[in-house]
């Protein structure tokens, strides 16, 4: 089992729709948590990081942690064809640097 | 300009021929880290370096070398190259910090590697 899963999508949906992205992870040990954009052909990219439960907000972002449930989303608002890509969440545990990914998730915004 | 450069891009290459892939950084990094990406894997690190000479295994580091003689450079030598290290490799870097806490790791745009 992945210590960390998140769906693969692909996910369409159509300009200035609110999108949810998620991932979960079963590993208690996990403290710090990301959020990544990866366009095609090109390196991830970091958008979001938190390291506690709750909401964290950046324009048209929202990352939320709850580490009771093992769960962490990332919203976006007025979604936008430019934020078609792919989007990769990932964690560090507590006193490390690795960075556990999950899989991604393609996202495809429609104009 | 800020950035984490790598070389080749595209590489064909042949079972068993050695090959390395360079990674450079230009903002005085401590931590860099390799990657590779597989489709419904994510990325998985293969190896890291905490500072010169400090080098480390990471998830899947199996078929892998690494060297960490400057600062600056970290590259990725595969001595017998096989078809299942056919991959898409990123390399990537971080400031570092005594504490722990995670910082920003920047990664380079990748390295497709097609071994036949």
């Known amino acids: 089992q992945k210590e960390v899963e998140q769906d693969p999508g692909p996910l369409s949906v159509p300009e200035g729709a609110i999108v949810s992205l998620n991932c979960t992870y079963s590993?208690?040990?996990?403290?710090?948590f990301m959020w990544y954009r990866q366009y095609s052909r090109k390196g991830p990219e970091l958008l979001m990081y938190?390291?506690?439960?709750g909401n964290k907000e950046d324009g048209r972002f929202t990352a939320q942690v709850d580490k009771s449930s093992k769960y962490i989303s990332l919203f976006i608002r007025d979604s936008q064809p430019s934020d078609s890509a792919t989007y990769l969440c990932?964690?560090?545990?507590?006193?490390?640097?690795?960075?556990?990914f999950g899989s991604g998730t393609r996202l495809q915004v429609q104009p | 300009e800020a950035q984490v450069t790598q070389n080749p891009r595209y590489l064909i290459t042949v079972t068993g021929k050695k090959l390395t892939v360079t990674c450079s950084q230009n903002?005085?990094?401590?931590?860099m880290s390799w990657y590779r990406q597989d489709p419904g894997l994510g990325l998985r690190q293969i190896y890291y370096?905490?500072?010169?000479?400090?080098?480390d295994k990471g998830d899947v580091p199996e078929g892998y070398k690494v060297s960490r003689k400057e600062k600056r450079n970290f590259p990725l030598i595969l001595e017998s190259p096989s078809p299942n290290q056919t991959s898409l490799y990123f390399c990537?870097?971080?400031?570092?910090?005594?504490?722990?806490?995670?910082?920003?790791?920047?990664f380079g745009p990748g390295t497709r590697l097609l071994v036949l």
């Open positions: 990537a870097s971080s400031q570092g910090s005594a504490s722990g806490d995670q910082e920003t790791q920047y």
């Open positions: 590993n208690s040990a996990f403290q710090y």
């Open positions: 938190t390291y506690s439960s």
């Open positions: 990932a964690m560090v545990k507590a006193g490390r640097r690795a960075l556990t």
């Open positions: 903002m005085n990094h401590e931590y």
């Open positions: 370096s905490m500072n010169v000479e400090v080098t």
